[in-house]
């Protein structure tokens, strides 16, 4: 029920009523005040109850006044109401009603009845309740409340200072108490202390809060007590013992410590007064001040007084356990003061508490691995750890050399020591049963060395340090220690210590290792290790394992008692293992090899131990530097072990003493043996001490193995010696049994060891079991130390018969049998060694073992259930049979036999179910050489048939690969062509086999493939597998493929050609089989490596004429030199290839890099099709034509949507822009990208997803357009050099050139997007030098058509087809491809060039086909080059360039680039020719196309007049129409009339064309060109006139048409009615200025020749009739004459005479005479013509009104 309860509060307040009542009964007749204050107390509590409802509020309101009436009772001192009154105090105060007033007047009140010393237990009582029940004393009424306390405990009452002394022991509590649960409250507060002003003030609490401050007050108070100094809080203290101060310091430091690490004030207190006041204490001189109480007599001034330095030692153990981290140097100074108090120059007692000191600490290890962080690790820092391990080490070492005859103790030593020593003396040669009366000092456990005899007792339990000593707090002097007790101790601290350390590391270690598991398995999780904590480990175990080992080693040989020993022997196997654990080789070596010398007999020679030794005390010595320890430490090892007089031994019966100063003197002699060595002098004993160590070697091998690592060699060599000394021998499987030695009964074993020889034989061999859980390095480890061991057995074993150690050996068959699981890791050092150093030995033993050794580990692990299977796991299967193969390496002559034998038994045995062995018959069928001849290959190759006809099903498809390398080995070896090709068709069986069981192969494999994949996983390696990762069933194929692809290449060439076949008819068959990653490898390892190598032979094959084929085989000529043989090869490579890139390409295409596949196959094709050998090069084409067709043209924006676009060729491949400037190289990095964004102008960061296969695509096309390119380039590239007379060195074909030409077209389509000018240019030159390779001789009748058909050759053709998908590409392309079609023109007009002249090849002379005029062919003589007919390609040409023309005239790139012009210039040779053409219709067809081009060029030609683009095309057009209208070449004889009448009406079609397309538009037009063409219709209008009537003159006479037109024309532009600029004025005028001229020529040459006609005699018939015919003409052209002066004449008349000049005045004027002659002719025509041209100029008989001149007013 709590206090607080309404039934606690009803009770309380009838308790108070009552107490009162009581109190006023008592006082009544004495002390009425007090009665009366009783009675108004009953009332007050009655108003209080009746009035509140919180009760006990109010009543700790008014508590003074409630508590008044009892402080007065107590005031009367009468004893019974005092109690009454104090009791009644007691239940105010255990219900809180007390207030902070009450609580001041009730201490008063005790303290006055402590100072009247009345009821003194009361009064404790009662200060208890007040301070335990409540918070309300603080400050000065406590302090009161606690010197009260004090007073009491120095009365002289024994009950009253033991109760006082417990309850200041609480008070002090309770106020520390209150002290935490203040903190606790503010916790979440955190509120800014001012900062302090330095530590000036040591009083300046300020800072704390109510409890704190008295707690403060309180602890300082306690240290000026202990320091004899006044207190400054506890006012009124009369005495204080130091011994009870020191005891309150630490109960406060021990059970408070958060209060001094949470608040600095009191961090200031433990720093400035307590670490000083322990320190000036420790010094044994000082005096002590005592108070008035004699119940401490003080000590002598020079010796340590026990109580106190007892005491010190506790709080000093209190400050390190829990302020270490505060006082960091105060600490260094203490366990300096503590190692210093071990010296042995200290008294016994202060010896013997300093090492329970030490104990305590040593159970501590994370206080030690705090030393030795702090100490240790720092630069010029007291090594403290190590001081701490070395002095325990120096104390032990000087309790056997320096016993303390001060001590009390030890004057019994002689007489005791030596009775004991004589008990375990007898006990030790008595046997186990000796001590079995119970007797308390014979089995009591003891150390004996060199004499001295100290016993060992049980001192506390293990791992904590329970003292004794430091204890005795009631001892005032010192006690006497007994004998025994300080090692017994200092054992227990070492051994602690060892323990401590090595589980915290083995915890940490632990814990380290799941984080990394944890790391592992949650790679996302980053957990934090705290750095250098492996940094502190080592340093620990480095700073106290030189310690730790001289200390142990010492009590080792020491030790008399087994369990002692066996403690010592955990402890250094403990350390050994942690060390090995930390990587610290060399202490680990130096406990292990301390064990394995305790193991041996003494002076053992035992090298590799004795080197040890040497190394590890050169570590010692510079581990231990200048440590009190450093002289122990560098001389004790060595010698600890063993005593160091020379022991001899005899041998008497089997009783054997040791003679020696050493411990062994008292040792159990178990055992007497020979020491294993080369030459055995003598015997040695094994006690048994001896072999206790050697099971502990075995427990640490055993369980530790895994840290041993180098150490195997020390723990094998010694376990080697101990068993040759104890006679075990190997048996069957390796296990060591007792056995008899060869050499004699040199061994006596005594029955003891005799039952333990099975034993440890058992563990021995357990311990090699254990191999199997070590990982693989310390396995390595345990096998290279068998290994040195066994070589060492090896050497001694030379030279002699006798019986050698056979333990190396054994034991390594018996790890092995073990570990078969992980068989892989050993097998190879394992039966290595076997094989090389034992199966070898001259020694039969030796060698018989060895071969025992290795043949039970085959079979073990043939029938050893691996996992996967062996039949599934190849690799380890070949491991474990290697060895059977590598015994055919020792040299025996029989050995090859025997193998042969074994291998036909296995097969006999096991053929249909030999599943692992199969390699090893297929490796030893297939281990044929050219040089074993041919009989033995050919035995050999009959089993290979019989496996291949018989075994394939049977056998696991693991062997399948094998099957086919051993198959190729027999195709490739050179003794018997007929085998080779056999093996190739074995190979094709093998194939078909393949095909038919694939599902099944395929399944068994790819369980094979997860079993390696899984042991792969499981030891972390990748699997290893040839062209792993393709699938397994695919790498069977890529075998067949590869041995396939060595046969290609084989030096016959039979072997070439049937294994070319066999592999591409293999890969069409089968090869949908493969998986599609595995075509990578087939395309990149087989098929390029295959085109590589025969490209490589072919180039170099020799041409030298080969006679014959062997025997009576005759060869072909187009086989007869090697090149020729390789020539075949090489075509039926490359189609073969080409071929599945076309039935392939889907396929090939979803590979990552099909592209630069792609390359590579168009590389090959070039350099084939550039190879010399014409059979090459055009299978080379034919090829580059299969590939090229695999798509078909899509439009150029439409992208194929089926698997091309699944093509997987990655980004990196599409090189980035990179091709500099206009030019670009032709390699892959003139790259497709740019390509398809040089005609956007922008550069494309990267292609949107959906156009990447485009993009893709693009690449593999634009590829194949450089390879075009370079083809093209190199094989039209005329010769250098050389005239006529020397024959090229090779001129490509016209079926050559034709195919390579046809390959455009299909190609152009899917790069036209790209195409740039620069490509076109190329194109160009490509073409050009193809159409310009002339045709051998002896070619020409097959491919020339004959002369008399204008038939184009199929490369003319082709050509020609080229440039119309160009321009028709061109046309339909967007805008910017039109810049191309100059380019077009260009090209065209060059093959138009070719009609009147033929292009030359080089500097070669050709002999041309025919002779133009007379349509026939010329056959030469053989070895001659003849040029082609090219008319028909020239006009061809040109048709296509009027054509192309007429689509094309306004384009801007063709008006730029002056296309117009240049047709005009070409047109000119042909046109000028004329009669002269090498063909007449290249004239005819020349100058229709000039009309076409005109009348579509000429207007534009007008309308960009302004722009002066066509200024030069003026005077060309010009110069072509005047050497065509006027030409210098004569028509042929032969020409008809009517032929003639033909190509006149073709002039006249030119004057048409200048009359309505030049001359209306002459003002867009150049003065100088009309001025031309004004003179050339004037000079064509005129009849030419001569005086002889030749057959030519007729001629051009008969262009009487012609020369109308020109007339026509002239008049029609005479004048003009509106003269809208001056340039039409002025073509006005030129025109008149010319009509005025001819007519005026016309009329004289009339009258002429009327007057001659009127001369003339009378013609004959012939000339009648042409004469008759050239007076028509004449009299229609003068009556055309007139007319057009008539008309003239009205013009004149309508016309504004300003737009008329003087000359044409002049002019006109002027005909008027010559039309008066004419009136006297005879034509009744003419006289009407010419009557009605003389009437106008009855208009002009007077002069006009203003005169003009030249044309302006």
């Given at each position: 029920?709590?206090?607080?309860?309404?039934?606690?509060?009803?009770?309380?307040?009838?308790?108070?009523?009552?107490?009162?009542?009581?109190?006023?009964?008592?006082?009544?007749?004495?002390?009425?005040?007090?009665?009366?204050?009783?009675?108004?107390?009953?009332?007050?509590?009655?108003?209080?109850?009746?009035?509140?409802?919180?009760?006990?509020?109010?009543?700790?309101?008014?508590?003074?006044?409630?508590?008044?009436?009892?402080?007065?009772?107590?005031?009367?001192?009468?004893?019974?109401?005092?109690?009454?009154?104090?009791?009644?105090?007691?239940?105010?105060?255990?219900?809180?009603?007390?207030?902070?007033?009450?609580?001041?007047n009730i201490i008063n009140m005790l303290w006055q009845l402590m100072e009247n010393g009345l009821e003194e237990l009361k009064l404790l009582q009662t200060v208890l309740v007040l301070l335990t029940t409540n918070t309300v004393v603080h400050d000065q009424v406590l302090s009161k409340a606690i010197v009260l306390c004090f007073r009491l405990h120095f009365t002289k009452d024994n009950i009253t200072n033991n109760t006082a002394a417990a309850t200041v022991r609480q008070v002090v509590t309770v106020v520390f108490e209150r002290m935490v649960a203040e903190d606790e409250r503010f916790k979440d507060i955190v509120d800014q202390p001012p900062p302090v002003q330095g530590n000036t003030n040591r009083r300046s609490v300020s800072t704390l809060r109510p409890s704190a401050k008295d707690a403060y007050m309180l602890f300082q108070d306690l240290c000026q007590l202990v320091n004899a100094d006044a207190p400054y809080w506890l006012v009124g203290m009369t005495e204080m013992t130091r011994t009870f101060g020191l005891e309150l310091l630490e109960s406060v430091l021990n059970d408070f410590p958060r209060v001094f690490l949470q608040h600095q004030e009191f961090s200031f207190l433990l720093k400035e007064r307590v670490c000083p006041l322990v320190i000036k204490l420790f010094s044994p001189n000082i005096k002590f001040r005592q108070g008035n109480s004699s119940a401490a007599s003080p000590a002598p001034v020079e010796k340590p007084y026990f109580p106190i330095c007892m005491r010190l030692l506790r709080v000093v153990s209190v400050l390190i356990k829990h302020f270490y981290s505060l006082l960091v140097t105060e600490c260094e100074i203490f366990l300096s003061l503590l190692v210093k108090f071990l010296d042995g120059e200290k008294p016994q007692w202060l010896r013997a508490v300093a090492v329970e000191s030490v104990h305590r600490l040593c159970v501590q290890p994370h206080l030690l691995r705090s030393f030795c962080l702090s100490y240790d690790m720092k630069q010029h820092s007291t090594k403290v750890f190590r001081d701490i391990v070395n002095a325990l080490g120096s104390f032990i070492q000087s309790l056997f050399i320096v016993l303390n005859t001060g001590n009390p103790a030890a004057t019994n030593t002689s007489t005791g020591g030596s009775g004991a020593q004589g008990a375990a003396q007898g006990a030790a040669q008595g046997?186990?049963?000796?001590?079995?009366?119970?007797?308390?000092?014979?089995?009591?456990?003891?150390?004996?060395?060199?004499?001295?005899?100290?016993?060992?007792?049980?001192?506390?339990?293990?791992?904590?340090?329970?003292?004794?000593?430091?204890?005795?707090?009631?001892?005032?002097?010192?006690?006497?220690?007994?004998?025994?007790?300080?090692?017994?101790?200092?054992?227990?601290?070492?051994?602690?210590?060892?323990?401590?350390?090595?589980?915290?590391?083995?915890?940490?270690?632990?814990?380290?290792?799941?984080?990394?598991?944890?790391?592992?398995?949650?790679?996302?999780?980053?957990?934090?290790?705290?750095?250098?904590?492996?940094?502190?480990?080592?340093?620990?175990?480095?700073?106290?394992?030189?310690?730790?080992?001289?200390?142990?080693?010492?009590?080792?040989?020491?030790?008399?008692?087994?369990?002692?020993?066996?403690?010592?022997?955990?402890?250094?196997?403990?350390?050994?293992?942690?060390?090995?654990?930390?990587?610290?080789?060399?202490?680990?070596?130096?406990?292990?090899?301390?064990?394995?010398?305790?193991?041996?007999?003494?002076?053992?020679?035992?090298?590799?131990?004795?080197?040890?030794?040497?190394?590890?005390?050169?570590?010692?010595?510079?581990?231990?530097?200048?440590?009190?320890?450093?002289?122990?430490?560098?001389?004790?090892?060595?010698?600890?072990?063993?005593?160091?007089?020379?022991?001899?031994?005899?041998?008497?019966?089997?009783?054997?003493?040791?003679?020696?100063?050493?411990?062994?003197?008292?040792?159990?002699?178990?055992?007497?043996?020979?020491?294993?060595?080369?030459?055995?002098?003598?015997?040695?004993?094994?006690?048994?001490?001896?072999?206790?160590?050697?099971?502990?070697?075995?427990?640490?091998?055993?369980?530790?193995?895994?840290?041993?690592?180098?150490?195997?060699?020390?723990?094998?060599?010694?376990?080697?010696?101990?068993?040759?000394?104890?006679?075990?021998?190997?048996?069957?499987?390796?296990?060591?049994?007792?056995?008899?030695?060869?050499?004699?009964?040199?061994?006596?074993?005594?029955?003891?060891?005799?039952?333990?020889?099975?034993?440890?034989?058992?563990?021995?061999?357990?311990?090699?079991?254990?191999?199997?859980?070590?990982?693989?390095?310390?396995?390595?480890?345990?096998?290279?130390?068998?290994?040195?061991?066994?070589?060492?057995?090896?050497?001694?074993?030379?030279?002699?018969?006798?019986?050698?150690?056979?333990?190396?050996?054994?034991?390594?068959?018996?790890?092995?049998?073990?570990?078969?699981?992980?068989?892989?890791?050993?097998?190879?050092?394992?039966?290595?060694?076997?094989?090389?150093?034992?199966?070898?030995?001259?020694?039969?033993?030796?060698?018989?073992?060895?071969?025992?050794?290795?043949?039970?580990?085959?079979?073990?692990?043939?029938?050893?259930?691996?996992?996967?299977?062996?039949?599934?796991?190849?690799?380890?299967?070949?491991?474990?049979?290697?060895?059977?193969?590598?015994?055919?390496?020792?040299?025996?002559?029989?050995?090859?036999?025997?193998?042969?034998?074994?291998?036909?038994?296995?097969?006999?045995?096991?053929?249909?179910?030999?599943?692992?062995?199969?390699?090893?018959?297929?490796?030893?069928?297939?281990?044929?050489?050219?040089?074993?001849?041919?009989?033995l290959i050919r035995t050999a190759f009959q089993c290979l048939q019989l496996v291949v006809t018989d075994f394939l099903p049977t056998m696991p498809c693991a062997g399948l690969q094998i099957v086919v390398d051993v198959a190729g080995s027999f195709g490739l070896q050179n003794q018997e062509l007929n085998i080779s090709l056999t093996s190739i068709g074995l190979l094709w069986n093998i194939s078909d086999y393949f095909f038919q069981r694939g599902e099944a192969i395929t399944q068994e494999l790819e369980r094979e493939e997860a079993a390696l994949q899984k042991q792969a996983q499981e030891k972390g390696e990748p699997l290893n597998r040839p062209f792993h990762p393709a699938p397994p069933f695919d790498c069977l194929w890529l075998c067949l493929y590869a041995k396939l692809g060595q046969l290609c290449v084989d030096p016959r060439p039979a072997v070439r050609k049937s294994a070319g076949q066999t592999m591409f008819s293999t890969i069409a068959a089968h090869g949908t089989l493969l998986q599609q990653p595995t075509w990578h490898i087939v395309v990149w390892k087989v098929l390029f490596h295959l085109l590589d190598c025969v490209r490589k032979s072919s180039t170099t094959a020799d041409k030298e004429k080969i006679e014959s084929g062997g025997g009576n085989i005759l060869i072909h000529h187009s086989r007869d030199t090697a090149e020729k043989q390789w020539a075949e090869t090489w075509v039926l490579t490359l189609a073969g290839v080409a071929r599945i890139f076309n039935t392939r390409r889907y396929l090939l295409q979803q590979l990552g890099d099909y592209f630069k596949a792609w390359e590579v196959l168009l590389d090959h094709i070039q350099s084939a099709a550039l190879s010399k050998n014409s059979e090459v090069s055009l299978a080379a084409l034919k090829s580059f034509q299969e590939i090229l067709q695999i798509a078909t043209p899509v439009k150029d924006s439409a992208m194929p949507t089926d698997a091309l676009a699944a093509m997987g060729v990655p980004p990196v491949l599409i090189d980035p822009l990179s091709a500099p400037g206009p030019g670009r190289p032709l390699l892959r990095s003139d790259s497709m990208l740019e390509r398809l964004t040089s005609y956007n102008g922008a550069e494309l960061q990267a292609p949107p997803p959906g156009e990447e296969s485009a993009l893709e695509d693009a690449a593999l096309w634009w590829s194949a357009w450089n390879t075009w390119y370079r083809t093209g380039t190199d094989s039209t590239r005329p010769p250098s050099?050389?005239?006529?007379?020397?024959?090229?060195?090779?001129?490509?074909?016209?079926?050559?050139?034709?195919?390579?030409?046809?390959?455009?077209?299909?190609?152009?389509?899917?790069?036209?997007?790209?195409?740039?000018?620069?490509?076109?240019?190329?194109?160009?030159?490509?073409?050009?030098?193809?159409?310009?390779?002339?045709?051998?001789?002896?070619?020409?009748?097959?491919?020339?058509?004959?002369?008399?058909?204008?038939?184009?050759?199929?490369?003319?053709?082709?050509?020609?087809?080229?440039?119309?998908?160009?321009?028709?590409?061109?046309?339909?392309?967007?805008?910017?491809?039109?810049?191309?079609?100059?380019?077009?023109?260009?090209?065209?007009?060059?093959?138009?060039?070719?009609?009147?002249?033929?292009?030359?090849?080089?500097?070669?002379?050709?002999?041309?086909?025919?002779?133009?005029?007379?349509?026939?062919?010329?056959?030469?003589?053989?070895?001659?080059?003849?040029?082609?007919?090219?008319?028909?390609?020239?006009?061809?040409?040109?048709?296509?360039?009027?054509?192309?023309?007429?689509?094309?005239?306004?384009?801007?790139?063709?008006?730029?680039?002056?296309?117009?012009?240049?047709?005009?210039?070409?047109?000119?040779?042909?046109?000028?020719?004329?009669?002269?053409?090498?063909s007449e219709s290249t004239w005819k067809l020349a100058v229709s196309s000039l009309l076409k081009v005109l009348s579509t060029g000429l207007p534009v030609a007008r309308q960009h007049a302004s722009s002066r683009k066509f200024d030069t095309m003026w005077p060309e057009l010009a110069n072509a129409f005047k050497d065509f209208l006027f030409t210098k070449s004569t028509p042929p004889d032969n020409v008809s009339i009517q032929e003639f009448q033909k190509n006149e009406a073709i002039d006249v079609e030119v004057v048409q064309l200048i009359s309505t397309e030049i001359l209306p538009f002459a003002i867009f037009i150049p003065k100088d060109f009309v001025g031309q063409i004004m003179a050339m219709l004037n000079k064509g209008s005129i009849h030419s006139q001569s005086s002889s009537f030749t057959e030519a003159e007729v001629d051009v006479r008969m262009r009487e048409e012609f020369s109308k037109v020109c007339f026509e024309t002239l008049l029609q532009f005479s004048f003009s009615n509106k003269v809208s600029t001056p340039q039409e004025g002025y073509i006005s005028r030129m025109a008149l200025s010319v009509l005025l001229k001819r007519s005026q020529d016309v009329l004289r040459r009339y009258v002429d020749d009327e007057r001659l006609s009127g001369r003339c005699p009378l013609p004959s018939g012939q000339r009648m009739k042409l004469d008759c015919q050239l007076l028509r003409q004449q009299v229609t052209e003068i009556i055309f004459v007139l007319k057009a002066i008539s008309t003239l004449m009205d013009s004149l008349k309508k016309t504004q005479p300003e737009n008329v000049d003087g000359t044409t005045w002049a002019q006109v004027i002027a005909l008027y005479p010559t039309l008066v002659e004419c009136i006297t002719c005879s034509s009744s025509e003419v006289s009407s013509a010419l009557k009605e041209a003389m009437g106008p100029f009855k208009d002009f008989m007077q002069p006009p009104v203003s005169r003009v001149q030249n044309g302006e007013s």
């Open positions: 029920m709590s206090t607080s309860s309404p039934e606690a509060v009803k009770k309380l307040l009838e308790n108070m009523q009552t107490d009162l009542r009581s109190l006023s009964m008592e006082c009544k007749k004495k002390f009425p005040p007090v009665k009366e204050a009783a009675e108004s107390g009953i009332v007050k509590i009655k108003t209080i109850a009746a009035r509140n409802s919180d009760i006990l509020a109010t009543l700790k309101e008014n508590s003074s006044e409630v508590v008044q009436p009892f402080l007065m009772g107590c005031g009367t001192k009468e004893p019974k109401i005092t109690q009454l009154c104090l009791a009644a105090i007691q239940r105010l105060m255990s219900h809180e009603v007390v207030s902070e007033a009450a609580a001041g046997g186990p049963g000796a001590g079995g009366q119970g007797g308390s000092l014979t089995t009591q456990a003891a150390f004996e060395y060199r004499g001295t005899w100290i016993p060992l007792m049980t001192v506390s339990v293990q791992g904590s340090a329970k003292a004794t000593y430091l204890e005795m707090l009631d001892k005032v002097e010192p006690p006497s220690i007994p004998e025994g007790y300080a090692m017994s101790v200092a054992f227990s601290a070492l051994l602690d210590l060892v323990r401590g350390i090595t589980s915290m590391i083995e915890r940490a270690l632990a814990k380290e290792e799941e984080e990394a598991v944890h790391r592992e398995a949650n790679p996302d999780q980053n957990t934090q290790l705290e750095p250098g904590a492996h940094l502190v480990w080592e340093e620990m175990v480095s700073a106290c394992w030189c310690g730790l080992l001289a200390a142990l080693s010492l009590l080792l040989d020491a030790s008399t008692d087994e369990t002692a020993t066996e403690s010592i022997l955990k402890a250094e196997l403990t350390v050994a293992a942690l060390c090995g654990r930390l990587g610290l080789v060399t202490p680990r070596d130096a406990f292990i090899t301390a064990i394995c010398k305790a193991s041996l007999p003494p002076h053992y020679a035992l090298t590799v131990l004795s080197s040890n030794t040497a190394n590890l005390n050169k570590a010692k010595k510079t581990a231990s530097k200048t440590t009190p320890l450093a002289k122990a430490t560098t001389t004790h090892p060595p010698k600890m072990s063993r005593g160091n007089t020379g022991a001899s031994y005899s041998i008497q019966g089997q009783s054997v003493q040791i003679i020696s100063s050493s411990s062994e003197s008292h040792q159990q002699v178990v055992a007497v043996g020979q020491p294993l060595s080369v030459q055995p002098q003598g015997t040695v004993v094994l006690t048994a001490k001896n072999i206790q160590c050697m099971r502990t070697l075995l427990n640490l091998a055993h369980c530790h193995g895994v840290v041993l690592g180098t150490s195997w060699q020390l723990v094998l060599a010694t376990l080697q010696h101990l068993v040759w000394i104890l006679g075990l021998k190997p048996g069957v499987g390796g296990a060591l049994k007792p056995g008899r030695a060869v050499e004699g009964p040199s061994t006596v074993l005594t029955t003891a060891v005799m039952t333990d020889l099975p034993v440890i034989s058992n563990i021995l061999s357990r311990l090699f079991e254990s191999s199997q859980y070590l990982d693989d390095v310390s396995l390595h480890h345990l096998i290279n130390a068998l290994c040195s061991l066994s070589l060492e057995a090896v050497e001694m074993a030379y030279g002699n018969n006798k019986e050698p150690s056979l333990f190396a050996v054994a034991k390594l068959l018996e790890t092995g049998l073990v570990n078969m699981n992980r068989i892989e890791i050993l097998w190879r050092p394992l039966t290595g060694h076997l094989l090389e150093k034992v199966c070898q030995h001259p020694n039969a033993r030796m060698r018989e073992w060895g071969a025992e050794a290795v043949t039970s580990l085959i079979k073990a692990g043939l029938a050893y259930k691996h996992n996967p299977p062996l039949a599934q796991n190849q690799r380890l299967q070949l491991l474990l049979l290697n060895p059977l193969k590598e015994l055919s390496n020792v040299l025996h002559a029989d050995i090859r036999q025997k193998q042969l034998e074994s291998v036909l038994q296995i097969l006999q045995s096991q053929g249909d179910s030999l599943g692992p062995g199969w390699p090893l018959v297929l490796g030893v069928i297939g281990a044929i050489r050219n040089d074993q001849g041919e009989s050099g050389g005239t006529g007379t020397d024959r090229p060195s090779f001129v490509p074909s016209q079926p050559f050139l034709t195919a390579l030409v046809q390959i455009f077209p299909a190609l152009y389509q899917h790069i036209k997007t790209g195409f740039s000018m620069e490509d076109l240019r190329k194109l160009g030159v490509i073409l050009h030098g193809a159409v310009s390779i002339p045709i051998s001789s002896d070619a020409s009748p097959f491919i020339l058509p004959s002369y008399t058909e204008a038939v184009l050759t199929s490369l003319q053709e082709a050509v020609l087809t080229a440039l119309d998908v160009l321009q028709k590409a061109i046309c339909v392309g967007p805008e910017n491809l039109q810049v191309m079609y100059p380019a077009i023109f260009e090209q065209l007009l060059l093959f138009v060039e070719f009609s009147c002249k033929p292009p030359q090849y080089g500097k070669m002379e050709t002999k041309h086909v025919a002779n133009a005029k007379y349509n026939q062919i010329q056959l030469f003589t053989p070895a001659e080059w003849v040029a082609l007919n090219y008319v028909p390609f020239a006009e061809r040409s040109l048709e296509v360039v009027v054509d192309l023309y007429h689509k094309t005239a306004c384009h801007k790139a063709v008006i730029n680039e002056k296309v117009l012009q240049n047709i005009i210039k070409t047109l000119r040779m042909p046109l000028g020719l004329k009669y002269g053409c090498p």
